[in-house]
């Protein structure tokens, strides 16, 4: 099927049938490549080592216009002279090309497709998509329809008329969201389609892609390109963390985030400049690989299979190549080499992982829910925190009380400390016993060992303060307590390691032990005379580190605040005051609420952040050395070591004097000077658009590819991409606002048969939509869709005993009973080795590898899975309970409505016939047989309306059945 292509229609040309290239010349790019590639390149194409006669086919410099001892290959204008077609028409088995055991030959329409090239001038081109795109012309209309309709003139085409406004209203909603419309907006868009068909399809695409829903449906064919899933994959296939990698890609579209920054986060978020938590949850892009925990498994292979995995997808994702083809041998179609291979994955080499064995849980990061809840959180602390520093008459007042009741206190004022030490005493008995000066008197100016005393202010009361850890040593502590009458002050004291006190030059404790310092482990009183009184302590340190303890008990002001109280209030300074001022407002009764409301919220937060959601990450270390792997042996060490590097056909990246990292790659990669990129993006968002690409072969742009259909479009929108910015919704709504896109998808039997793959794109196409859209709409007709970005993977209802295989450790699958159970399908649980059933029949990947282009298989399976898999039955119950209350109450109203809901038009008068007799006889069946009423409303979480009979809403479910079974439900059209 790959090859009924533009190649079939072109040599249908030749034998006279009028067909899509009868204008054409003959070219070595899009005719004569794609068949030497299949039946010649494997002897006589890039691989050197496989390479037969030294001679090489698809280049002009190969050899084929090279005189070998009076035989030519290629003689321009000469066929019947050129030694290729002599040895593709030979009746000699052993002159035959190519040979017999080879399997391969070429058709008679084939070989003539040869002569007439040759006949031509046998002119070669370098390969069409590795040649820098350039725009060919400046449209003046709609660049798409330009060179479409330019196209379809040549043939003698017309575009198709455009389709139906119900039909593009639902086809622009499940394209840009993935979520066909209500019936209201469909209403509203026959309104303003009926006006102005081209502003109506813009307002629709401006509001779609405004929507929420639209990272989510753009995420789904991304997350297939980079083999995005929730499980290891390998071996015992447990879960791993990277679903905030998939929230950060919803929110990146979401964002119309540029797709060079876009790739640049993924390849190299880790490295980027001040990286922040986003990118580095992007960089979990380069952990979504496969690995193994399996424990008899080789390290070393491991390293060598990720690395071919990491080429292989980089090359896949974002090149739209086949680079991965060169692990073991030079490429035989492209000119990649082993050695380009090897070069590639060295820009991987730096990535911190375990080879074998389990991974780690990640790096704790505040994103999404998390993030706006403490966002939210900081924002209420700080407009509470500002009540708590702004003063009000009511606080000054009660302040003035206060400064009065603390004047008139009997309470100590503690001043601040001063510091000095440490002294060296040669053992701890000596420094314990030696008097190093203070205890004599306190002297501020006096210098002690060549140490002088400082101020510490920092040293607060009612902590541990460590001082150091100087061993075999002493410090000196002194503060002045002032005390308004004569009292006594009791003190909790610790001390690492021996301590002793004075009070007024007179020693009141000393002990010696070796402990670590601590609450409460001396216990002191101090008779304090009437004014000032000078307290010093000694701490000794045996060894490790010193430090102290200190509680004055029923004393709670700061030093500083005590002392600026301590001046008379009519001596304050400015400074004082404040500092007065601002202390009283942290213990105001006034602002107590207040408090204690930053002081829950702050708790709150902290208990956030403790229990963060955590993402693998790429974290860089020294890169591994990477080595040629001879055939692709991980045993043989033989090769030599090469550095990152790109494919050397394509240029080089200059690092200077560094060694090329990830993000040197990322930045070839969206460079305009890379020829691969842009059109290998362009072409896939064409394929989500029209349902095939310009160029067929979506994952593959190299020789083994399709020639595009429409190469001066393709060329332009890949240029037209980079040069607005990388700018992905601008390419969409070009493609949106063009009358191609708004083409009817009827096919006329003149179509059929002279363009059955639709590559002119004279018309629309119709497909199945995705695995996940067919549940998410049926969910959503339903009216039990929950929307919501983000978050960890759901698991929707899946048949008991599909994971009894699953071992190492063996597990059970519980579904979700609260509303993840009826989360969109990108949010399922996305277990490799047993993708969930329901996705696995509308054929999702299972994301071991880069899955460019799903199949779309139509299968009775799947007619089973839509009429009976729970989410299906519990959707269409829902659906059914819709239909009764806002349809209407006589059944042709009742079924206009439900089929306007699910295909946003009304039914005709066949349909409405058919879905009203099935209704009346099973509401016959069921109200005779309550029992399977009652049971098939009861299939779910969901719990069945008490206001509705079971009979009816039994057999509306029927219907809805029914209905969501119609081949036109899940088919965009």
Not at 477 to 496: E, F, N, V, W
Not at 509 to 531: C, F, I, M, S, Y
Not at 672 to 693: C, D, E, M, Q, Y
Not at 765 to 785: H, K, P, Q, T, Y
């Amino acid at each position: 099927m790959k090859r009924l292509t533009a190649l079939f229609v072109l040599l249908s040309t030749i034998v006279g049938n009028n067909a899509l290239f009868a204008k054409d010349k003959i070219l070595f790019n899009r005719d004569i490549r794609p068949l030497l590639s299949e039946n010649c390149f494997a002897c006589h194409g890039p691989d050197e080592h496989e390479r037969k006669a030294k001679l090489r086919l698809d280049i002009k410099e190969g050899g084929g216009f090279e005189d070998r001892d009076g035989v030519v290959a290629i003689i321009p204008n000469d066929p019947e002279n050129s030694e290729l077609v002599a040895r593709i028409i030979s009746d000699d088995e052993d002159e035959l090309m190519p040979p017999k055991k080879s399997g391969k030959k070429l058709s008679p329409e084939e070989i003539s497709l040869v002569k007439e090239w040759i006949k031509q001038g046998a002119e070669y081109e370098g390969h069409w998509s590795f040649n820098k795109p350039a725009k060919s012309v400046e449209p003046t209309i709609n660049p798409i329809d330009h060179f479409i309709e330019t196209r379809l003139k040549a043939q003698e085409l017309n575009l198709s008329d455009p389709a139906a406004a119900h039909t593009l209203i639902r086809r622009i909603s499940l394209d840009l969201t993935g979520i066909a419309p209500t019936s209201e907006e469909a209403k509203t868009f026959q309104a303003e389609y009926n006006k102005d068909p081209k502003t109506a399809m813009q307002n629709a695409a401006n509001r779609l892609m405004a929507s929420p829903r639209y990272g989510e449906r753009m995420a789904i064919f991304w997350l297939d390109l980079v083999r995005y899933a929730d499980s290891i994959g390998y071996h015992s296939d447990t879960n791993m963390n990277v679903y905030l990698y998939r929230e950060w890609v919803i929110n990146s579209f979401n964002a119309n985030q540029r797709f060079d920054q876009f790739t640049k986060d993924q390849i190299a978020g880790d490295l980027l400049p001040n990286s922040t938590d986003e990118q580095k949850v992007a960089s979990g892009y380069n952990r979504l690989l496969q690995t193994t925990e399996e424990g008899g498994a080789q390290p070393k292979e491991y390293v060598a299979i990720y690395a071919a995995d990491r080429v292989r997808n980089i090359s896949g994702a974002w090149l739209g190549g086949t680079l991965g083809c060169a692990q073991c041998h030079d490429h035989k179609y492209d000119p990649y080499t082993t050695k380009d291979f090897y070069s590639m994955a060295a820009f991987f080499a730096d990535i911190k992982e375990t080879a074998v064995g389990k991974r780690e849980a990640g790096m704790a990061v505040a994103t999404g829910q998390y993030k706006k809840r403490i966002e939210d959180l900081d924002n209420r602390v700080a407009e509470l925190t500002k009540l708590t520093t702004v003063s009000s008459p009511e606080i000054a007042a009660a302040q003035a009380k206060w400064e009065k009741s603390v004047g008139s206190s009997t309470k100590p004022l503690l001043a601040k400390w001063h510091m000095i030490g440490p002294l060296p005493g040669g053992d701890p008995t000596n420094a314990f016993n030696k008097e190093f000066g203070p205890e004599k008197g306190i002297d501020p100016k006096a210098v002690i060992g060549g140490k002088k005393w400082q101020d510490r202010p920092d040293l607060t009361d009612g902590k541990v303060h460590n001082l150091g850890s100087a061993a075999n040593s002493a410090w000196y502590l002194y503060r002045l307590i002032k005390a308004p009458q004569a009292t006594q002050l009791p003190l909790s004291l610790g001390s690492d390691d021996g301590i002793k006190i004075w009070l007024n030059g007179k020693e009141l404790l000393k002990n010696n032990p070796g402990r670590a310092a601590a609450p409460d482990q001396e216990k002191v009183t101090l008779e304090l005379k009437e004014g000032n009184n000078q307290f010093l302590m000694k701490i000794i340190n045996h060894g490790g580190g010193g430090g102290f303890y200190f509680k004055a008990k029923g004393n709670d002001l700061p030093p500083n605040i005590a002392k600026a109280l301590s001046v008379d209030i009519n001596e304050r300074n400015d400074a004082q005051k404040k500092e007065i001022a601002d202390y009283y407002l942290t213990i105001s009764p006034t602002l107590a609420q207040t408090r204690s409301q930053i002081s829950n919220l702050q708790k709150e937060k902290g208990e956030l952040q403790k229990n963060l959601p955590k993402t693998l990450v790429s974290v860089s270390m020294k890169p591994r050395d990477m080595r040629v792997l001879p055939r692709g042996n991980w045993l043989d060490d033989s090769g030599q070591i090469v550095q990152p590097a790109i494919p050397e056909f394509l240029g080089k990246i200059e690092p200077g004097d560094n060694r090329a990292n990830r993000l040197d790659l990322a930045n070839w990669i969206v460079s305009p000077n890379n020829p691969l990129t842009s059109r290998a993006f362009v072409n896939r968002l064409w394929k989500i658009f029209f349902g095939l690409g310009i160029s067929s072969n979506v994952d593959d742009l190299g020789s083994q590819g399709q020639w595009p259909s429409h190469p001066k479009l393709l060329d332009w929108l890949a240029v037209e991409f980079v040069e607005n910015g990388w700018d992905i919704q601008h390419i969409i709504k070009m493609i949106i606002s063009s009358k191609a896109y708004s083409q009817s998808s009827l096919v006329s039997p003149q179509m059929r048969e002279n363009d059955p793959l639709n590559l002119l794109f004279a018309r629309q196409s119709r497909f199945r939509v995705d695995a996940e859209m067919v549940r998410d709409n049926a969910l959503f007709v339903g009216g039990i869709l929950t929307e919501r970005i983000g978050g960890r993977s759901a698991k929707p209802y899946q048949p008991a005993g599909y994971w009894r295989h699953m071992n190492f450790p063996a597990r059970k699958y519980a579904h979700d009973n609260n509303e993840n159970q009826y989360r969109r399908g990108l949010y399922t649980h996305w277990q490799r080795s047993f993708l969930h059933p329901s996705l696995l029949a509308f054929d999702a990947p299972n994301r071991e590898e880069c899955t460019a282009e799903r199949p779309r298989s139509n299968t009775p399976l799947q007619a089973l899975v839509l009429l009976n898999d729970i989410t299906y039955v519990e959707s269409a119950r829902s659906f059914a309970e819709r239909i009764i209350r806002e349809g209407g109450k006589d059944s042709k109203s009742r079924i206009n409505w439900a089929l306007t809901a699910a295909l946003s038009r009304e039914g005709n008068e066949k349909e409405i016939k058919i879905l009203s007799e099935l209704q009346t006889k099973q509401l016959t069946r069921y109200t005779a047989d309550a029992n399977a009423a009652n049971e098939l409303n009861t299939v779910g979480i969901k719990v069945p309306p008490k206001d509705i009979p079971p009979a009816e809403l039994a057999s509306w479910t029927t219907v809805a059945r029914t209905i969501l079974n119609l081949h036109e439900t899940i088919t965009r059209q």
